[in-house]
Structures are given as structure tokens and as C-alpha cells.
């Protein structure tokens, strides 16, 4: 059983979780969260137990030196944060942590009753995988969930993904058994630049984001982050020929099999996010 900090009663809270590992190319989920953490000054109310989960020959403990200049040990694991972002009237559950190694469905449970404590109500995860995408297009985000009414209301590109699964698919699944209302966004990171980070992805997701909560999200260097990777990826792309023609066949593919429609949509609700977050800067 998950402790926790004492809190405050929280205002009909949505959780938004991601897990480094299989479910996390290129960081780009666990990056999300992070960025949010940090943005939103999120605050750790509580840590699963690594001992029931881990293998730490496989996800080893880490050894450092902490700002008392003391060898200290940190443990693979989850934690749970809260935060109340401004301009948005509900609060916000953070679960941030590394794949485990075993029990997933315990796992699963446990996170979701401390979920529940805290009075969550609708969970929301976030992965990414890689892809044959091209780098110098939008980053495709597909989604699902376990309500059809979620479906049509945040108008999903549903997944049609079929095969092995990570914990945000088994996390996803036991929100659904329990009858709570969960979305799953994932990104599709190009898979011949898989090596972290990958900015554009991270961007994407917390577009996702965005779109669901109904408010702008500080966004910092994120943007120029993305930028300078996609003309770091166009520069390793003029230097090897066959790269370069790699790309340019991902992209008249994803050019010629995107509907005009659905990319007009794309369009146009990336500049209401621009005019939200230019509003809100006024």
C-alpha cells in the first residue's frame, strides 16, 4: 500500500501518467511529464515500493552524490505528485516512473487505489513508439480509450495497433475493468532517430494535453528544442544519400495517405492552441 502525504482535498483531479521503458521511445512520454512537474511545481506526495516490482539486476539502483557531497543510492520506482496548474479549476495527478519488472497488475492496483484516495477521475497516459515517420512532419498521435464517448468528444485518431503490450497498455486496461474513465495518447517517434531525446514528440503529447485539459501549457525552450532536432536530423539526412531518399519516400507517403481533411483539422487546432496560449500571455 502506497503512503501519503497528508494533501489538501483535491478538486476533481485528472491523472496523467507516463513510465519510462518499452512504452517510452526516445523519452518522449516521460519527458511530457517531467516538463509538466516542472511547469506546474508539482509536489511528491508518495513512492510505490521498488522491492515488489523490480528486478535490480535488470533496472539497477543508481549510485551518486548528493548536494551534502553524501554517496547516496536512488531506487528504480514510481512516484506520485500533485499540482494545481493556474487558469485551470481541477487539480492534477502526476505518476512518473520506470516500467516494472513484475506484478503489473498489482502494480496496476496499487497505483490506482492511491489514485482513488486522492480522488481521481479520469486517468490519462501517455506513451510513444517508433514509427516509419518522417521527422519533417507533424508527429502522428494516436489514442484510445475506454469510453466511446471519451472517443468521439476528443475527436481520438483511434490506434489499430494489435501485439505486445507495456504497463501503459495493462494500466489502461485496468481502468477500463474498473470503470474508470481513461484516454491513452501515443506518439510515433521516427524510428531512424531513436536515440533520445526527441523534443518534437514531447511537444506533441502535451499538445495532446492541452486539447483535453482546455488551457495553454508554459512550453519554454520546447519549441526551439524541437526545432534545432529536426535541423539536427535534416543535417545527418544530407550527409548519407540514402537516409535522405529514405525520408523523402516517408514522406510522399505520409503526403499522399493524409486525408486533406484531417489535416486541415490538424492545422487549424494547432493555431487555436496558438491563439489560446498568445491570449493568455496578453
Given amino acids: 500500500m502506497i503512503e ?20 517510452d521511445a526516445a523519452d518522449a512520454a516521460s519527458s511530457a511529464v517531467d516538463h509538466l512537474m516542472k511547469v506546474w511545481n508539482a509536489r511528491v506526495v508518495g513512492n510505490i515500493d521498488p522491492e515488489d516490482y523490480y528486478d535490480f539486476q535488470v533496472t539497477r539502483p543508481l549510485v551518486g552524490t548528493d548536494p551534502a557531497g553524501m554517496r547516496r543510492i536512488t531506487w528504480p520506482g514510481t ?33 490506482l487505489a492511491a489514485c482513488d484516495d486522492l480522488g481521481g477521475q479520469l486517468v490519462v497516459t501517455l506513451g510513444a513508439l517508433l514509427a516509419d515517420v518522417p521527422h519533417t512532419r507533424p508527429i502522428p498521435v494516436s489514442g484510445t480509450a475506454t469510453e466511446p464517448e471519451l472517443v468521439d468528444r476528443l475527436r481520438l485518431q483511434e490506434s489499430t495497433y494489435e501485439g505486445p503490450t507495456g504497463i501503459v497498455g495493462v494500466l489502461q486496461d485496468a481502468c477500463g475493468l474498473l470503470d474508470i474513465p481513461a484516454v491513452s495518447y501515443w506518439a510515433a517517434v521516427p524510428h531512424y532517430v531513436a536515440q533520445p531525446p526527441c523534443p518534437k514528440a514531447t511537444l506533441a503529447l502535451l499538445g495532446q494535453i492541452e486539447d483535453l485539459l482546455e488551457i495553454s501549457i508554459p512550453l519554454g525552450d520546447l519549441p526551439e528544442d524541437a526545432r534545432a532536432w529536426e535541423r539536427g536530423v535534416d543535417e545527418l539526412a544530407e550527409e548519407d544519400e540514402d537516409v535522405a531518399d529514405y525520408v523523402r519516400s516517408l514522406e510522399e507517403t505520409r503526403d499522399t495517405t493524409d486525408l486533406p481533411e484531417a489535416s486541415g483539422e490538424a492545422i487549424a487546432r494547432e493555431f487555436e492552441r496558438y491563439l489560446k496560449r498568445r491570449n493568455d500571455k496578453d
Fill in 79 to 111: 512516484q506520485i505528485a500533485i499540482a494545481s496548474p493556474p487558469d485551470l479549476d481541477r487539480d492534477i495527478i502526476l505518476l512518473r516512473g520506470i516500467e516494472p519488472n513484475m506484478r503489473w497488475r498489482m502494480f496496476c492496483a496499487e497505483l
Fill in 4 to 23: 501519503l502525504a497528508e494533501t489538501d482535498d483535491l478538486v476533481d483531479p485528472v491523472v496523467i501518467a507516463a513510465f519510462e521503458g518499452w512504452n
